[in-house]
């Protein structure tokens, strides 16, 4: 025994020697529960592989790490493929992980699953809260990676339909643990108004559950949903169906689907334009020839056509109306003349009813006559007036040896008043002196 | 929500293509008089101009965000193979990532 005693080193190093070099522990494919996570500034991760009596110090190193699709947390359970080593210094062993896989995706849908819900209860998948994208957008912002197969089906499509169409790509990590980070920034800087983006396509091509994880992250989850753009989510093929499509504004079950939500075909537009100008053109058009024929079948009419016909016509029946009035003319003088012929007739009769009538005005003028004053002189009446001329008509308008005169047929006489004798009527009444004496 | 006429005063192209549809419908009617049909006609002409422009609007660009040196992004055009869409670039375009 005493002959065969190690140093330290010399016995680690066997203990190196035994372990890396066996067979049995390279390369060999170990499951288990992560835990103390340690994402190191190097780029190397540290964690501890447990299960329920055991655990195993690991390392993945950046080399190794890179090309890992997800973000290793606490309690995820893993299967790792990887060697062991020997570190001496420590005198510890450590599983150094080469790569690795999801043990069972049951804890991560799980989880995904809470947190859908946990943005469903802050209504936060409203679809009141959706963003209307511009139909015809200026500038399409992309969020993917400038390698993928995403970015090329995306602008393929996009020029195919809209050959002028802008694109601003944000470049960003599609999968690994830092993709989701890179993702958000994407979002963000295309918000930038300084970009003038009016859509974002965020997504990437088709990929394992593991690689599409970055989509289900809460961080993108929310970069979508507080992105001020209309955002596309475009996440692998048609079956996946990552948190990002819930939380965007419109859905596209591929990034070429995205690029034809986006981009509206502009020969299509162009066609529907052109079709409704030729629409607007022809019914005013029409309109034109419509009321242009009208207006000949107006214009074609005799009148028109001929003007001088309406002076003509005029003359014609200027000619007729004289013709007529001098015809009327001569019928009036014709008849006229013939009623003249039986004038003297007329004049008789005319004459012998002007006797009549004659001598029956001298009987009424006879009759008017006698009435008058002087038929009444001449009958034997007189006339007495007073000095003024006033006509006598009582015994009281007069007074003892005033002057009065006297109208008889012939002429006149001044007389004086020397008694006056009233007559009652029915009797005699004496009223002093009153006879009138010549 | 995002506003959705950019340029002030002018309409959206979506609005204008709207309008023009209005317009052929209403000339197509015919209820209108020939003076209101010739100024619907010359402003759906305008209204068909003004979409032609929009869609000729912008000229084909695909350009790449890049973080400068003092942390500023910038933009950078990239050609296209029109092929296969993919860019062509001779840079690693891994490194300009934001």
């Known amino acids: 025994m005493e002959d065969h005693t190690y140093s330290v080193s010399e016995i680690t190093r066997l203990l190196k020697k035994s372990i890396e070099g066996n067979p049995d522990f390279t390369s060999v494919w170990v499951k288990g529960e992560l835990s103390n996570v340690t994402y190191h500034s190097s780029g190397h991760i540290y964690f501890t592989l447990k299960d329920e009596s055991a655990v195993l110090s690991s390392a993945f190193f950046k080399y190794a790490n890179k090309s890992l699709s997800f973000r290793l947390e606490e309690g995820m359970s893993v299967l790792a493929m990887g060697s062991f080593t020997v570190y001496e210094k420590r005198g510890s062993y450590q599983f150094i992980v080469a790569q690795m896989r999801l043990e069972g995706v049951g804890e991560l849908l799980k989880r995904i699953e809470q947190l859908k819900n946990k943005l469903l209860d802050q209504g936060l998948l409203d679809p009141a809260r959706k963003k209307i994208k511009p139909f015809l957008p200026r500038r399409i912002g992309v969020v993917t990676s400038p390698t993928g197969a995403a970015i090329r089906d995306i602008i393929k499509v996009a020029m195919r339909r809209f050959p002028n169409i802008e694109i601003v790509l944000a470049p960003a990590k599609v999968q690994g643990a830092d993709a989701a980070a890179s993702i958000v920034r994407g979002i963000e800087e295309l918000n930038n108004r300084a970009h003038a983006i009016d859509v974002i396509i965020c997504g990437r091509g088709g990929g394992s559950f593991e690689d599409l994880l970055p989509f289900n992250e809460e961080p993108v989850v929310r970069a979508i949903l507080s992105s001020r753009v209309p955002v596309i989510s475009a996440v692998g093929h048609q079956i996946d169906h990552p948190l990002s499509d819930d939380a965007a504004d419109y859905s596209a079950p591929t990034p070429s689907a995205a690029a034809e939500i986006a981009v509206p075909v502009k020969s299509e537009l162009v066609g529907e334009i052109d079709y409704l100008a030729i629409r607007a053109q022809t019914s005013l058009a029409s309109r034109m020839t ?106 009281r308008a007069v007074k003892s040896g005033e002057s009065i005169g006297v109208a008889v047929a012939d002429g006149s006489m001044g007389c004086t008043v020397n008694t006056i004798q009233r007559e009652v009527r029915g009797g005699k009444e004496n009223a002093g002196k009153g006879k009138a004496e010549l | 929500m995002e506003k959705k006429t950019p340029a002030k005063g002018k309409p959206s192209f979506e609005k204008a293509l709207e309008e023009l549809e209005k317009i052929a419908e209403r000339l197509e009617d015919g209820s209108l008089g020939l003076e209101e049909s010739i100024a619907e006609f010359e402003r759906g002409s305008r209204l068909a101009r003004y979409c032609r422009e929009k869609l000729d609007e912008a000229e084909r660009r695909i350009e790449i965000l890049q973080k400068g040196g003092d942390g500023t992004v910038e933009k950078r055009a990239v050609r296209v193979k029109p092929d296969t869409g993919e860019i062509e670039d001779d840079e690693d375009l891994q490194g300009s990532l934001l």
């Open chain 1, 290 to 395: 419509h009321l242009t024929n009208r207006l000949s079948g107006i214009a074609a009419l005799r009148c028109f056509r001929n003007p001088r016909e309406i002076v003509s016509m005029r003359e014609l029946s200027l000619v007729d109306l004289e013709q007529r009035i001098t015809a009327a003319l001569k019928d009036a003088v014709a008849g006229g003349r013939q009623r003249l012929l039986a004038l003297p007739d007329l004049h008789r009769l005319w004459r012998s009813e002007a006797r009549e009538r004659r001598s029956r005005l001298d009987v009424a003028w006879g009759a008017v006559e006698k009435l008058s004053p002087r038929g009444v002189l001449e009958r034997g009446y007189s006339l007495v007036t007073d000095a003024r001329g006033r006509i006598i008509r009582s015994v």
